[in-house]
């Protein structure tokens, strides 16, 4: 399939910056129903108990009148009086079995929304982390679904309680002096209309505020990472002023959440305190004019209480409210973002697509299991076919540009080369080979020639722009990205270690692995003093991204962690480049004794490590220039020939 007939898909755009009008990702009550109807027997409990509550609370007022109108008559009030006490007693009691119940639903839905949240940061495509910073997410997960708990516990759950006692207390009050109710109801609406007003900007200065410490994280995460190189470089100070602007920043939006609510909190004061100075004085008039009795007005300013009271809840509830919609809405973004399972039918209808503009290619599937992989009849383990890929923008522009200031000795390598115009940002052009299986393959090439993105396709982290990648003569695309990864042993270049324990990251990839089959495993890698290193042996911790291993270690471990999983496929990825002489030799024995009938695919760093192979192919600037055997290649291809001059050390 030749790079001028495939059809090629649009190009993946960088994600636009965010403009300083743009408000950022919102969300609305709806989308918030969801969390909270989870819990929604909890609820159906709490809002029995507000009308409980309400009830109790609204016929305070009315026992209040009959007693001072008792007292007027000289009629006894024993009985009111302790029907009155019950009253309160009862409705301070429903509101604490309330307020613990909306406490831990409101622990409850934060706990739900974080395990969302992180099933869903677990399983996004890859591309998504090339474009968002890790502080960032992890921020999703920690301060953003904290402020949802301020929905139950301040906003939405007691508003049925609250609805109840404010329309029942209207209800009394019309029925007391309806002349009275009109004028408190002018000034509630003049309240309630400036916080309307004001709720808005609430939101909106909460999301900036969100997403300003969701920087902060990202910052204080890069600083702590990569905290010995920063030392050595003398560059804390300079680390610590670009983080402390990220926290002005993050101040300054916190501030405007501040304004925003210092104008909320005391509004309903000034409504209670002109509603109260509106009855005292009509009513008073009122009561000398004989139109309404003292008993009458005094209920009338309980039942203003009561009317005032939900009211100030509900302005209290706008901030949090409105805070809790404005992280919901970052937490919504990445829950609507698809994840790899979701970019299955994608692939597939590209897998179709790279069939129908090359009819004659042989794209079979879908594969439905291991067994099926394993009994394929193509003679190839992996093929490319045409295959062209970019990616992101800024993506591909921060590798090429951390490779090449890295490894600034490659420009004499590159001068020997035929220069290769790249006028389209692509990673890949045009890729085509074949691995047959059970062989020993070698990728070589100078930095940012594209061996790790060719590896990273395999894997499907990414897919390709055009052609075909294929695994036993079927599409990869069509093939469910869990089961294709179940062949793969993949050991990525600088392969992270794991904070946990030398077995935690053994059995990663191999949960059910005995400690025999582990210890076996680490010796074949020369990793046997680690084990006698400590008497806990495999429960010995290895610290923070293994900060309490070599980097030789760290590299060894992950090439045990492939072997112990022993795919048909293993895919290293320059996994001796930390490696001295001696444990070099040994790897290289462990890895010729696990590979022995399965396919392996090396990205060479060594030449040591190329010169067995039964294939070598050499990558150029995404172009694959040369294949062959190392004789083979030293004499047809010049690029190789430099490389091996070189001893392959790029």
């Given at each position: 399939?030749?790079?001028?007939?495939?059809?090629?898909?649009?190009?993946?755009?960088?994600?636009?910056?965010r403009?300083?009008?743009?408000?950022?990702?919102?969300?609305?009550?709806r989308?918030?129903?969801?969390?909270?109807?989870?819990?929604?027997k909890t609820?159906?409990?709490?809002?029995i108990?507000?009308?409980?509550?309400?009830?109790?609370?609204?016929?305070?007022?009315?026992?209040?009148?009959?007693?001072?109108?008792?007292?007027q008559?000289?009629a006894?009030v024993?009985?009111?009086?302790?029907?009155l006490?019950?009253?309160?007693?009862?409705?301070?009691?429903?509101?604490?079995?309330?307020?613990?119940?909306?406490?831990?639903t409101?622990?409850?839905?934060?706990y739900?929304?974080?395990?969302?949240?992180?099933?869903?940061?677990?399983h996004?495509p890859?591309?998504?982390?090339?474009?968002?910073r890790?502080?960032?997410?992890v921020?999703?997960?920690?301060?953003?679904?904290t402020?949802?708990?301020?929905?139950?516990?301040?906003?939405?759950?007691?508003?049925v309680g609250?609805?109840?006692?404010?329309?029942?207390?209207?209800?009394a009050?019309l029925?007391?002096?309806?002349?009275?109710?009109?004028?408190?109801?002018?000034?509630?609406?003049?309240?309630?209309?400036?916080?309307?007003?004001?709720s808005?900007?609430?939101?909106?200065?909460?999301t900036?505020?969100?997403?300003?410490?969701?920087?902060?994280?990202?910052?204080?995460?890069?600083?702590?990472?990569?905290?010995?190189?920063?030392?050595?470089?003398?560059?804390?100070?300079?680390?610590?002023?670009?983080?402390?602007q990220?926290?002005?920043?993050?101040?300054?939006?916190?501030?405007?959440?501040?304004?925003?609510?210092?104008?909320i909190?005391?509004?309903a004061?000034?409504?209670?305190?002109?509603?109260?100075?509106?009855?005292?004085?009509?009513?008073?008039?009122?009561?000398?004019?004989g139109?309404?009795?003292?008993?009458?007005?005094?209920?009338?300013?309980?039942?203003?209480?009561?009317?005032?009271?939900?009211?100030g809840s509900?302005?209290g509830?706008?901030?949090?409210?409105?805070?809790?919609?404005?992280?919901?809405?970052?937490?919504?973004?990445?829950?609507?973002?698809?994840?790899e399972?979701?970019?299955?039918?994608?692939?597939?209808?590209?897998?179709?697509?790279?069939?129908?503009?090359?009819?004659?290619?042989?794209?079979?599937?879908?594969?439905?299991?291991?067994?099926?992989?394993?009994?394929?009849?193509?003679?190839?383990?992996?093929?490319?076919?045409?295959?062209?890929?970019?990616?992101?923008?800024?993506?591909?522009?921060?590798?090429?540009?951390?490779?090449?200031?890295?490894?600034?000795?490659?420009?004499?390598?590159?001068?020997?080369?035929?220069?290769?115009?790249?006028?389209?940002?692509?990673?890949l052009?045009?890729?085509?080979?074949?691995?047959?299986?059970?062989?020993?393959?070698?990728?070589?090439?100078?930095?940012g020639?594209?061996?790790?993105?060719?590896?990273?396709?395999?894997?499907?982290?990414?897919?390709?722009?055009?052609?075909?990648?294929?695994?036993?003569?079927?599409?990869?695309?069509?093939?469910?990205?869990?089961r294709?990864?179940a062949?793969?042993?993949?050991?990525?270049?600088?392969?992270?270690t794991?904070?946990?324990t030398?077995?935690?990251?053994?059995?990663?990839?191999?949960?059910?692995?005995?400690?025999?089959?582990?210890?076996?495993?680490?010796?074949?890698?020369?990793?046997?003093?680690?084990?006698?290193?400590?008497?806990?042996?495999?429960?010995?911790?290895?610290?923070?991204a293994?900060?309490?291993?070599?980097?030789?270690?760290?590299?060894?471990?992950?090439i045990?962690?492939a072997?112990?999983?022993?795919?048909?496929?293993?895919?290293?990825?320059?996994?001796?480049?930390?490696?001295?002489?001696?444990?070099?030799q040994?790897?290289?024995?462990?890895?010729?004794?696990?590979?022995?009938?399965r396919?392996?695919v090396?990205?060479?760093?060594?030449?040591?490590?190329?010169?067995?192979?039964?294939?070598?192919?050499?990558?150029?600037?995404?172009?694959?220039?040369?294949?062959?055997?190392?004789?083979?290649?030293?004499?047809?291809v010049?690029?190789?020939?430099?490389?091996?001059?070189?001893?392959?050390?790029?």
């Amino acid at each position: 399939m030749s790079s001028a007939s495939s059809p090629r898909r649009p190009a993946r755009a960088a994600r636009p910056s965010r403009t300083a009008k743009d408000e950022g990702p919102r969300a609305s009550l709806r989308q918030l129903l969801p969390f909270v109807f989870e819990h929604k027997k909890t609820l159906i409990a709490v809002a029995i108990l507000s009308v409980l509550a309400a009830a109790a609370t609204l016929a305070q007022p009315l026992v209040v009148g009959q007693v001072i109108e008792r007292v007027q008559q000289s009629a006894p009030v024993g009985t009111l009086v302790w029907v009155l006490v019950a009253l309160v007693v009862a409705s301070s009691l429903i509101s604490g079995i309330q307020h613990y119940l909306l406490q831990r639903t409101g622990t409850a839905v934060v706990y739900s929304s974080r395990r969302r949240l992180i099933a869903q940061l677990l399983h996004l495509p890859v591309q998504e982390y090339d474009a968002r910073r890790t502080g960032d997410l992890v921020s999703r997960v920690g301060t953003d679904t904290t402020l949802l708990y301020a929905v139950l516990t301040q906003g939405l759950a007691d508003s049925v309680g609250n609805a109840l006692i404010f329309v029942g207390a209207m209800i009394a009050m019309l029925l007391i002096d309806p002349v009275l109710l009109l004028l408190i109801l002018v000034v509630v609406g003049a309240s309630v209309a400036v916080v309307g007003a004001l709720s808005g900007r609430i939101r909106r200065a909460t999301t900036v505020q969100q997403e300003k410490v969701g920087e902060l994280a990202s910052g204080v995460e890069r600083a702590i990472g990569s905290i010995r190189t920063i030392r050595a470089s003398g560059a804390a100070s300079r680390e610590q002023a670009a983080i402390d602007q990220t926290a002005r920043g993050a101040y300054d939006a916190g501030v405007q959440v501040a304004k925003a609510s210092a104008f909320i909190v005391p509004i309903a004061g000034i409504a209670l305190q002109l509603s109260l100075l509106v009855v005292l004085g009509v009513g008073g008039f009122r009561v000398a004019s004989g139109a309404i009795t003292i008993a009458q007005l005094v209920t009338f300013v309980m039942f203003l209480f009561f009317l005032v009271q939900p009211l100030g809840s509900f302005f209290g509830a706008i901030t949090s409210v409105n805070q809790a919609l404005g992280a919901l809405g970052r937490i919504q973004e990445v829950l609507d973002l698809p994840t790899e399972t979701a970019h299955d039918a994608e692939g597939a209808a590209a897998a179709d697509e790279a069939r129908r503009a090359c009819p004659d290619a042989d794209l079979t599937g879908p594969i439905q299991t291991v067994g099926d992989l394993l009994a394929a009849r193509d003679t190839s383990a992996i093929e490319f076919r045409g295959v062209r890929f970019a990616y992101p923008t800024a993506v591909v522009r921060t590798r090429r540009t951390v490779e090449e200031e890295a490894q600034p000795a490659l420009a004499d390598v590159h001068a020997d080369a035929a220069p290769v115009t790249d006028t389209d940002g692509d990673v890949l052009h045009d890729v085509s080979f074949t691995v047959p299986r059970g062989a020993r393959v070698a990728l070589v090439g100078p930095s940012g020639a594209g061996k790790s993105t060719t590896l990273a396709l395999i894997e499907r982290f990414y897919d390709p722009d055009a052609g075909a990648v294929l695994l036993d003569g079927t599409d990869v695309r069509r093939i469910d990205r869990t089961r294709l990864r179940a062949q793969l042993g993949y050991v990525e270049q600088d392969a992270p270690t794991l904070a946990g324990t030398i077995g935690d990251n053994l059995r990663l990839a191999s949960p059910e692995a005995s400690d025999a089959a582990c210890e076996r495993v680490l010796r074949a890698v020369n990793l046997g003093e680690v084990l006698e290193r400590s008497p806990l042996g495999l429960d010995a911790p290895v610290g923070e991204a293994g900060v309490m291993l070599s980097g030789g270690e760290r590299q060894r471990l992950a090439i045990a962690r492939a072997l112990l999983a022993a795919p048909p496929i293993l895919l290293l990825d320059e996994s001796t480049s930390s490696l001295d002489g001696l444990n070099e030799q040994r790897m290289r024995e462990a890895i010729d004794a696990v590979a022995a009938g399965r396919t392996l695919v090396v990205i060479a760093h060594r030449l040591s490590t190329v010169v067995d192979s039964d294939l070598i192919i050499v990558l150029d600037r995404g172009r694959v220039v040369g294949q062959g055997t190392h004789a083979e290649l030293v004499e047809s291809v010049p690029l190789y020939r430099d490389l091996a001059r070189h001893q392959l050390l790029v």
